[in-house]
């Protein structure tokens, strides 16, 4: 029988296993986690004949290298980088036949923060709550890859795409997202509610899975009680004490004891997942629909 999987040769600074995620069970505590960038994600997928489901990797800056037990098609999508077989250039952004034993290098990302690696018949860890994805707020899923780690691989369903290339948004010199004020936007100054969606802020270096931390102008709120802890959705622009506003990202919580100023429109998230550090942001106020 062809045995099926991935070996780990190098796990990079941080690589997943990614997918749809699981949403719905907010309820107990579970964040909806999967891929940062989702149409990335769901691009690599379609380049190598998977279903949208299928489970994918997502590197984080210096990508990984892996070597298939028996020969698979891959693609990598997401940050642009350096891709190479036995040490050999291949395409990024394409599907690329990659023989048994042969090592696949996905190399530091050129621009951008997030790569994504589709292999034909998908990442097939075990499902949990529905979702083969690493959430690393509550530590469900699979862990994140180590050197030496074996990954199982489906069974291809469908021909890879003929393409010679696929064409991808390049990561934002700017950050701009759309957000709907509320719910607690009230608990702000008319100042902070001006400074917030007409100040530059910057992508913070402790930004990850579960928010997008900012660095600019503190927000003053007008009420300084304590909020009750309630429900956050994705998206959610969370104010914590230091007054710089927090985005939340697909491992955030459930809950949150601070005050959310505004939610970002979710078409916009994609883009947040690929801000490097320093990357200027802009919140943009648009009606409520």
Do not use: K
């Not at 997928?45 to 590197?59: F, H, I, Q, S, W």
């Not at 998908?122 to 074996?150: H, K």
């Amino acid at each position: 029988m062809t045995d099926r999987a991935l070996s780990v040769v190098r796990a990079g600074a941080l690589t997943t296993v990614q997918d749809l995620g699981r949403p719905g069970h907010a309820h107990l505590g579970v964040p909806r986690s999967g891929a940062l960038d989702g149409p990335a994600a769901a691009l690599v997928n379609r380049l190598v004949g998977n279903a949208p489901e299928a489970a994918v990797l997502e590197t984080t800056l210096n990508g990984c290298t892996l070597r298939p037990r028996s020969a698979v098609t891959a693609a990598i999508g997401g940050a642009p980088c350096r891709v190479t077989v036995d040490g050999r250039p291949v395409a990024w952004g394409a599907p690329v036949h990659v023989p048994a034993g042969a090592v696949l290098d996905v190399g530091a990302a050129v621009s951008g923060v997030r790569s994504y690696v589709g292999v034909s018949g998908g990442i097939a860890v075990e499902p949990v709550l529905g979702s083969r994805s690493t959430d690393l707020l509550s530590g469900l899923g699979p862990p994140p890859l180590t050197d030496g780690a074996v990954l199982p691989l489906g069974r291809p369903t469908q021909r890879h795409a003929r393409v010679d290339v696929a064409p991808q948004p390049a990561p934002p010199a700017e950050l701009v997202l759309r957000v709907t004020p509320g719910p607690r936007d009230e608990w702000f100054t008319p100042g902070a509610l001006r400074a917030f969606t007409s100040r530059v802020y910057r992508v913070s270096p402790s930004s990850n899975r579960i928010g997008l931390r900012t660095e600019g102008p503190a927000l003053e709120r007008a009420l300084t009680r304590e909020l009750p802890s309630e429900g956050v959705v994705l998206g959610a622009v969370q104010v914590p004490p230091d007054g710089r506003p927090v985005v939340f990202l697909a491992d955030h919580p459930t809950t949150g004891g601070y005050p959310v100023i505004a939610v970002v429109r979710a078409a916009d998230l994609p883009a947040a997942a690929q801000a490097v550090p320093g990357t200027p942001v802009r919140f943009v106020a648009v009606r409520r629909r």
